[in-house]
């Protein structure tokens, strides 16, 4: 679902320190303090910019049972800032036409090299007298689109495989 950028959110994004502070809280919850000294903001600085965020829908403060005052990213926020548009679905999907292609090429490739084969020792003797060609076994002719398609199906895989399992949640 598209998010709508009502004029609380295009103001929200529009400064490159609440950029920075959003990036920030993809990653994990933050206080005010913290951001301001990774920033190099003064705090009551970075707490105007919180408080533009929070306006927008984009932060929200983060129950917590201390004294410190956590800020994280509202669900609004993760979709704005880390959209998930079914990558995986998209990789997924080109991985296995590939595969599917490729496989067909090959197994035609395949059939169309038998039949000229086939065909070619099936062809009449030559007549007494004649030259007779040397028939030796030519090489195989190979179908490297067919392997190529093959190979990055297999790669698109692998990336899922490794995503799935390797990378960090933030980043799936």
Sequence with gaps: MPEVLDKDTIKAISAEARQEILKMLA???YTA?????????HVTTVTEHLNVL????????KDSTNKWVYYELTSRGEHFFKPQ???????????VVFVFVGMLRLFRFES???????????EPSPAFGEAVAQTTSLP??????????????????IYLAYRKYRMP????
């Design 54 to 61: 929070e306006k927008s829908s984009l932060v929200r403060k």
């Design 27 to 29: 990653k994990r919850p």
């Design 33 to 41: 303090s913290e951001i301001a000294k990774a920033t190099g903001k």
């Design 140 to 157: 195989v002719p190979i179908d490297y689109i067919a392997y190529a398609l093959i190979a990055l199906g297999a790669i698109g895989m």
């Design 169 to 172: 949640a933030t980043y799936r």
């Design 85 to 95: 548009f079914y990558s995986w679905v998209i990789v997924f999907s080109l991985s």
């Design 112 to 122: 169309e090299t038998r039949n000229a084969m086939d065909m070619a020792a099936n």
